[in-house]
């Protein structure tokens, strides 16, 4: 077991392995300061909450104390590593300021209460809303951080009991584009690929995917390959000079970066060089995809000299990494938000799907690609229907799949809302801010901060008219403009589970008792449940679950037969299993599937399919008369896109093109990172990252306070020069108020949030907001404190 300085030492030190061997072990351990492992009375399993990579770890406890983690050596996903948030993030669950108690709203201030109260005011509001106004007046904003039975919970009550149509998740903000490429190319979400795909790899492409500071685990793993004998070559695309750049050029591989809000631009040169130099594989798109003849007449005049104008990349650049990728032998390609959070989002994630398609590297070890997620059970939330996706990967658009999902709710199926797919979370905003909604309940997410265009979100939020309703651990910006307040228990305080990236579920035990009078969040969702008296068929309460074992039989018995197939799992199989299991897990896979696809049949059919697909421009659904036109059965769909150039350029006011993301330390509002004193110190505060030639040209030195400006809104921030290419801002997104003297807004000067400067915009297929292409200037702040 090693414990290591992972603020230094983010990926530890190299265990190098050759392809096609296994990946050797290293257990990641940290304890607090002066706890041996000796004195540790009992580890509880689980696995990481503060990223999407699925580590398995065991919490260690003491006296009824969390005290520390350590890697689980038997899983399959980490063979024992943790990263920095994993070996820190615990020491959130024991911090002070934890919510204990429910608080509701008086006399504009909020004050504790007992959960009767509390309760009473959200049922008597929504049966005041549902009686004068209906279902469409309550709407529901979750997150990619509760477990599974919560979230099918959640889907069963907004969906099934109440009849809303709006319902999302923060997952819109960070994988919506994942499961839009893969509905749009596969007809169902899933990834087709398995994290052991980096033990056979010969390519790896991580398009706008840093993964060395987003899943630093998986890094690791490829970390320890490019150690080895016979490495990977990596490319990487992406504006800035990122580790995975790094580790693009020392392995002979390519990094580019080209301007945001270009991707498909690149994508569709890459493809043409791929198609111009028959690096196709014609028998694997005859036998198994749809569409090469229009793939082909889209990219034909795409040439690197025409995607080099618009990207601003060298021509010969994209010629070097088409090669790289068209040469390949087992190609793994990866895509995450420099890809997702961008206009032409899921037209661009798509093409990468086309890429490995059109090169047949699919289904065999080496060969997958990897539509990443950022939270750690944000899979669990598309899956289990608490956001725009019906529950079991179900088709909003057929009747026989409603119908399905109602018999197994015991409901009629025409109580689920199905007129149209549900609300996307920018749109339910809107309603918010129109009035139409009267009552939003936001659990575990932090929208005040993580939204973009904050000024308005806050004045939304503000509303007297707006009933919000806010579920957290912490009194969060977005819970200080709260109606209620419902303290929530959290990860090692509650037994559920949750699913990774490539499919592998984890069951997470409890390990303590929550603080106070917090509660799981499905006893929250169940007590509402019962409060409010919904009903099944029968009469009989619904949903018809108590607890989160109950609620996982209902909701594995509820994917039988559909792509996500949870049927041969259950608390104790996964409990007495050593790892992680990945579905589809049933009958005919006890074990679970490590590879989707691996027949090229894909859930295409018109039958079975999650979704038929959008237009790639307008986002427009396609008819499932369209649908079928496609002639899609069991095959894959190669989706052509046509480059658009983003909504807002640079101009002469703004001449910058603004990105927003991630640093290693921190997750999302740094709600529980900011309380892990190792996370907090190794990043206290934000920052503008520009080039050197443009830092030259306007006066700036590293740490200078720099003022950034678009048309929303400002901020100030401290300047760090870095490789970041020319033209481009990069400003982390991790920093609100509640440790300022603001507490839910900017204390009357200059504010700190990146979102104060994001544009109302989204995808038009995914509805993922723009979070990368703002139009954006920097200037120094006169006699700022370095
Ligand atoms: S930090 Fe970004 S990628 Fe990660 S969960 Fe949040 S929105 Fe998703």
């Known amino acids: 077991m090693t414990e290591r300085d992972a603020i230094a030492k983010p990926w530890g030190a190299r265990t190098p392995f050759r392809p096609g061997e296994p990946w050797p072990d290293r257990v990641d351990i940290h304890l607090a ?31 009824g104390r969390i005290v520390g983690v350590r890697g689980r050596v038997e899983d399959r996903v ?32 909020l004050v504790e209460t007992d959960w009767d109260t509390a309760m009473d005011r959200v049922v008597t509001r929504s049966t005041q809303l549902l009686d004068e106004r209906g279902p469409s007046s309550i709407g529901f904003y979750t997150t990619g951080q509760l477990m599974a039975e919560e979230y099918y ?21 960070c994988t919506a584009t994942a499961a839009a490429a893969l509905k749009e190319t596969f007809a169902c979400d899933g990834q087709p690929g398995s994290y052991t795909d980096v033990d056979h790899a010969d390519v790896i492409a991580l398009f706008g995917h840093n993964m060395a500071e987003t899943q630093t685990v998986l890094w690791m793993r490829i970390l320890d390959r490019l150690a080895g004998p016979q490495p990977p070559r990596i490319v990487c695309v992406d504006p800035r000079d990122t580790p995975v750049a790094k580790a693009a050029r020392d392995s002979g591989g390519v990094h580019l970066a080209p301007l945001p809000g270009t991707n ?69 390609s990866t895509v995450l938000q420099g890809f997702y959070q961008s206009h032409q989002a899921s037209a661009a994630a798509v093409q990468v799907n086309n890429l ?22 944000a899979q669990n939330t598309r899956e289990c229907g608490a956001d725009g996706d019906m529950s079991g990967f179900r088709n909003w658009a ?16 025409m109580q689920i809302p199905h007129m149209a797919p549900p609300t996307h979370a920018m749109q339910m905003i809107r309603y918010c801010e129109e009035g139409s909604i009267g009552m939003l309940w936001v659990s575990g997410t932090n929208p005040a901060v993580s939204l973009p265009d904050l000024s308005r979100i806050r004045s939304i939020f503000s509303q007297d008219r707006l009933f919000l309703v806010v579920q957290d651990i912490f009194l969060s910006e977005t ?98 299993a050593p790892s992680g299991i990945q579905w589809p897990c049933n009958a005919e896979h006890p074990d679970g599937t490590e590879r989707l696809y691996v027949d090229g049949r894909f859930w295409s059919a018109p039958d079975h399919c999650e979704s038929y697909g959008r237009d790639m421009v307008t986002g427009a659904p396609l008819s499932p008369t369209e649908y079928r036109a496609l002639n899609p059965d069991a095959k894959a769909v190669l989706k052509a896109a046509e480059y658009l150039p983003p909504h807002e350029p640079p101009g002469p006011e703004h001449p910058f093109v603004l990105i927003t993301g991630r640093t290693i330390y921190h997750f999302h509002t740094r709600t529980k990172t900011g309380r892990a004193p190792e996370l907090q110190a190794a990043a206290p505060r934000v920052w503008v990252e520009c080039s050197p030639a443009d830092a030259g040209r306007l006066g700036l030195t590293d740490g200078d306070l720099a003022e950034v400006a678009t048309p929303r809104g400002t901020l100030h921030a401290h300047v760090r020069i870095t490789g970041i290419r020319d033209g481009v801002l990069f400003v982390p997104f991790h920093y609100g108020y509640w440790d300022t003297p603001g507490g839910s807004a900017p204390d009357g000067g200059p504010g700190r949030a990146a979102n104060e400067l994001t544009a109302t915009d989204w995808d038009p297929v995914s509805k993922q907001p723009l979070f990368k292409t703002a139009a954006a200037s920097i200037t120094p702040v006169e006699g700022g404190q370095r």
């Open 33 to 63: 300061g002066g706890v041996d492992p000796d004195d540790v009375q009992r580890w509880v399993r689980t696995a990481s909450m503060l990223h999407s990579n699925g580590d398995a770890m065991d919490i260690a406890v003491v006296d």
């Open 78 to 109: 980490n063979h024992g590593r943790l990263g920095p948030k994993d070996l820190y993030g615990w020491q959130a669950n024991g911090s002070q300021d934890r919510l204990t108690r429910p608080l509701v709203r008086v006399d504009g201030g």
């Open 153 to 173: 919970t959640l889907a069963a009550i907004g969906h099934g009991a109440i009849g809303t149509n709006h319902m999302d998740g923060n997952t819109r903000l």
């Open 264 to 332: 498909v631009a690149l994508m569709n040169a890459l493809l043409h060089e791929i198609i111009a130099n028959e690096w196709v594989d014609p028998d694997y798109l005859d036998a198994h995809t749809v569409g090469y003849a229009e793939l082909r007449a889209q990219v034909e005049g795409c040439t690197p000299e025409w995607a080099g104008g618009i990207c601003r990349l060298d021509p010969a650049e994209i010629r070097a990494a088409a090669r790289v990728l068209g040469e390949a032998e087992r190609l793994l």
């Open 356 to 377: 490995n398609l059109v090169r047949g590297m699919l289904g065999r070890p080496g060969c997958g690609i990897l539509q990443m997620n950022g939270q750690p059970t």
């Open 398 to 413: 057929n009747d026989a799949h409603v119908a399905d999902l109602a018999r197994h709710w015991n409901i009629d199926p």
């Open 479 to 576: 819970a200080q403009l709260a109606d209620v307040v419902l303290p929530a228990a959290t990860w090692g305080e509650k037994t559920g589970c949750f699913t990774n990236v490539d499919r592998t579920v984890h069951l997470s035990d409890k390990a303590v008792e929550p603080p106070g009078q917090a509660r799981p969040d499905l006893d929250i969702f169940l007590d509402y449940a019962r409060r409010m008296d919904f009903r099944d068929r029968d009469g009989q309460p619904f949903p018809a679950w108590h607890d989160a074992e109950s609620a996982f039989a209902a909701w594995a018995a509820s994917t039988e037969g559909r792509p996500c197939d949870y049927t041969g799992l259950s608390h104790e199989r996964l409990r007495a």
